[in-house]
């Protein structure tokens, strides 16, 4: 048994099904997307299973789940892809209100429930107060911070733990990727399995690594900036991930100035040439060119305030 569903079967909302006064909404939050239709899966199985260490995964019920042709479980949108519309919202309204097929009971679980918008919200939450009788609600989101405050307090909340790095690793390895990839992608990952996913399957990834430890490494002053926004410039396809992955080390090299014990290498290197709160105001800064790149901003600027940025906090905030 992986650790995961280990962790699931003990977990007090597993303890919840089984005495039979689960909450009938639930609100699963987590940042990886893999943790949370893992965790929704689990307990789909576990309301479901017919079986006493619920969930079995041998039973009838668990093994239709397993399979994906349970009639009674239905995901909205059936694939991950994007939010509810205002059609699908309704859609899922009138079916909440039609009896189940086979079963005792109905599931409902909404992806990306933190991208649907707020009067879609407002629509479902009805439904969710007064849920029909034997009907669960399950939303899985990646933040908190779009729900309405009026549905999370309709629902029980559950963090969902993150996935292990031994169990990220085999689903890896599951999905065809070599050792050394696993490896690379495991290290870079923050224990986000679909993060890690991402990495392992994308050819430059290596790429990507090797360009923001060369950043974090080698970048110190300003004569250097022609070379590298050259170099940065024709990586456009990768930035996000490049930031992502930069932004994974400043936060481990964080960590490590905090008394942490990291084995890391690059982490420590980077721990060693700058100081906390450079660090800190690096991590602030990244963010705030995640979402000038999301609202289409001009990539060459982007990439200008970025190594202007790695300059600037050696400056202002020197070890
Ligand atoms: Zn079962």
Redesign the pocket.
């Known amino acids: 048994m992986n650790s995961s569903l280990q962790n699931f079967k003990e977990s007090p909302v597993n303890k919840d099904i089984k005495q039979n006064k689960l909450s009938h909404s639930l609100l699963l939050i987590s940042p990886d997307n893999y943790a949370l239709e893992n965790y929704a899966k689990y307990l789909v199985?576990s309301l479901m299973?017919?079986?006493i260490d619920?969930?079995?995964?041998?039973?009838s019920?668990?093994k239709k789940i397993l399979h994906g042709n349970n009639v009674d479980v239905l995901y909205y949108p059936q694939k991950d892809a994007k939010s509810l519309n205002s059609a699908e919202i309704s859609d899922l309204i009138d079916n909440a209100f039609s009896a189940p097929y086979e079963a005792d009971k109905k599931i409902f679980v909404i992806r990306n429930a933190n991208g649907i918008d707020a009067s879609m919200q407002n629509k479902l939450l009805k439904t969710l107060e007064e849920p029909p009788h034997n009907t669960y609600f399950i939303l899985l989101a990646t933040m908190d911070n779009n729900i309405l405050p009026t549905i999370k307090s309709r629902c029980r909340i559950v963090r969902v733990p993150a996935i292990s790095l031994d169990e990220i690793k085999q689903e890896l390895i599951h999905k065809g990727v070599d050792e050394g990839t696993a490896k690379l992608a495991l290290k870079y990952c923050d224990n986000n399995c679909d993060l890690a996913l991402k990495y392992a399957t994308n050819p430059n990834f290596a790429q990507n690594v090797a360009m923001v430890e060369d950043l974090l490494k080698n970048f110190r002053k300003s004569w250097q900036m022609l070379d590298y926004s050259a170099k940065l410039y024709k990586l456009n396809e990768n930035f996000e991930d490049i930031i992502e992955i930069f932004l994974s080390v400043c936060s481990r090299a964080v960590a490590l100035l905090c008394g942490k014990k990291i084995d890391d290498n690059v982490a420590r290197n980077v721990a060693e040439n700058f100081s906390v709160d450079a660090l800190v105001n690096l991590v602030k800064g990244c963010n705030t060119l995640i979402e000038k790149r999301k609202r289409n901003c001009n990539y060459n600027s982007i990439v200008d305030s970025f190594l202007f940025m790695i300059l600037e906090v050696r400056h202002k905030w020197p070890i």
Not at 54 to 59: I, Q, S, V
């Open positions: 199985m299973c017919l079986g619920k969930p079995c995964g041998e039973c019920e668990c």
